[in-house]
């Protein structure tokens, strides 16, 4: 170190020895602030980030909540409304996340990395070569200021020296102890210092004059240094006021991806919520506008048989009460039992007593289901062989007119016309081997599931979202429709599938 790195500045002037040092640190945090930048927008991206998580796991909840959940209508949509939003604003902060991290951060970096070089010890080179340039042209105007508080020194030396040796030459005037020896050496004394003041003086003003001459100079190159850090700093400032605007432009969604249409769209499906209508829908679906089979009188008729699945015909025998479906159908009596039987409907009118006593039975049983589970009439799978896999509803004597057991819950009433061309169609093909051949009118046509279901009785399906199957007859009155998967035909709701 030199001498010149030992003298204290007598204030905190940039002029003083050693105060350009600021100027320079400044060039320095130039570096540093950079990665700030750059940590300060990495965190409100991970807080954009954090943000369109919470929105979309907020909304997912209550969507499937809402889905599973009581509320119908119009009001569903309302309720949906929110959670739509949260979904498009969720979408809108994931974006602006990754804006600032892949692209304005990524810009930064390159910057700093190309206006901050780093020498090979790992020092930044732009600041070491503003100090060493300081350094080379504060050197010479320091030497002379060196020089100048030296003599500056020197001449104060001399003055005190020359103020004591004229007290003590002014008291020995007046003691009379002191020989006149030693007051002629005092007053030597005296004149000595008033010399070394007078040439210590001359010399203080000779530097000072010559510092003073520099001074200009000092001035103009030290500024010259000054005005390169100040471009270098004035850089670095213009950038950070683009990537502040830029920064703006990234958070201020409100400009950049039109919020003010999500939040309209919001409001309108808010307003156009209808509760005369759901209430009214409601009514029709599932309420006291629903349609209804009200008991009729029927006619005796031995023509028609009662066909119940498996335990709920037991039950019936028992004299267990169940609130089941019946299925009821004409069951042709075989040759050898014509004679025993009452003959079939001898005229059109005489069926369609039949066919009315038929259904009206069917109408007093449906009423024993709750009206939110009843559903339309099941269709019997056509079989060619007795057998309880083919036959769902079991075999029983021809001369006994007690159900059979059945295998589960209510059954579906079914026509007498189709049960006629069941039964005498089974009756003609007893040779057949197929099983599971559909009657011609059935439609065979593949559809989608939406949702889950899942059966709540043994004439139903079961199925999952996205399952593929066969519909084998359209929507009745009451919203089910006739399917089949793989080889179990059954019942389903009609709203839980569309064409594939």
Request: charged fraction near 30%.
């Amino acid at each position: 170190m030199s001498e010149l790195d030992y003298i204290e500045p007598s204030s905190d002037s940039f002029w003083e020895i050693g105060q350009f040092k600021r100027t320079v640190k400044r060039c320095e945090d130039g570096y540093k602030l950079c990665n700030d930048l750059t940590q300060m927008i990495s965190e409100r991206a991970d807080i954009e980030k954090a943000y369109a998580k919470s929105l979309k796991a907020w909304s997912k909840k209550w969507s499937d909540y809402l889905q599973k959940g009581s509320e119908y209508g119009t009001m569903k949509n309302t309720w949906m409304s929110p959670l739509n939003e949260a979904d498009r604003m969720a979408e809108i902060h994931l974006t602006t996340h990754n804006v600032l991290n892949d692209e304005l951060n990524k810009e930064i970096k390159e910057w700093q990395k190309q206006n901050y070089a780093k020498s090979i010890v790992n020092q930044l080179k732009t600041p070491k070569e503003y100090e060493e340039e300081f350094k080379k042209v504060q050197k010479p105007w320091a030497k002379k200021y060196v020089a100048v508080e030296k003599t500056k020194k020197d001449y104060h030396s001399a003055c005190k020296s020359y103020q004591s040796a004229k007290i003590q030459f002014s008291n020995s005037q007046n003691d009379t102890t002191i020989s006149g020896d030693q007051k002629k050496k005092l007053e030597d004394k005296v004149e000595k210092y008033k010399k070394e003041v007078e040439i210590t003086k001359s010399k203080y003003k000779q530097t000072l004059d010559d510092l003073n001459s520099y001074n200009a100079r000092y001035i103009e190159d030290m500024n010259n240094v000054y005005k390169k850090c100040d471009a270098f700093e004035k850089e670095r400032l213009d950038f950070f006021v683009q990537k502040f605007v830029k920064l703006h432009s990234h958070l201020n969604i409100f400009d950049k991806m039109n919020i003010g249409e999500i939040y309209s769209e919001m409001l309108t499906t808010v307003r156009q919520t209808n509760p005369d209508r759901d209430l009214i829908n409601w009514s029709k679906d599932f309420g006291s506008g629903m349609p209804m089979n009200w008991p009729q009188f029927e006619e005796y008729s031995e023509e028609l048989k009662t066909i119940a699945r498996g335990s709920k015909a037991k039950s019936i025998k028992e004299g267990e009460s169940n609130g089941g479906v019946l299925m009821t159908s004409i069951k042709p009596r075989g040759d050898d039992a014509l004679s025993s039987a009452a003959p079939p409907p001898s005229s059109a009118a005489d069926y369609e007593s039949n066919r009315a006593s038929v259904i009206s039975s069917s109408a007093n049983e449906n009423m024993q289901r709750p009206m939110d589970t009843a559903k339309a009439p099941s269709y019997q799978q056509q079989s060619s062989k007795p057998t309880s896999e083919s036959n769902p509803f079991g075999d029983y004597d021809d001369d006994d007119d007690t159900p059979p057991p059945s295998s589960g819950g209510g059954a579906h009433q079914q026509s007498p016309s189709s049960n006629n061309n069941h039964h005498n169609s089974s009756a003609n093909n007893n040779d057949s081997d197929d099983d599971s051949s559909n009657p011609p009118n059935y439609l065979n046509v593949k559809v989608k599931a939406l949702y889950d279901y899942q059966s709540a009785e043994d004439d139903e399906l079961s199925f999952k979202a996205g399952e593929e199957f066969i519909k084998l007859m359209n929507e009745d009155e009451r919203g089910w429709c006739l399917g089949k998967i793989g080889s179990k035909i059954g019942l389903y709701p009609a709203t839980y599938a569309e064409p594939a």
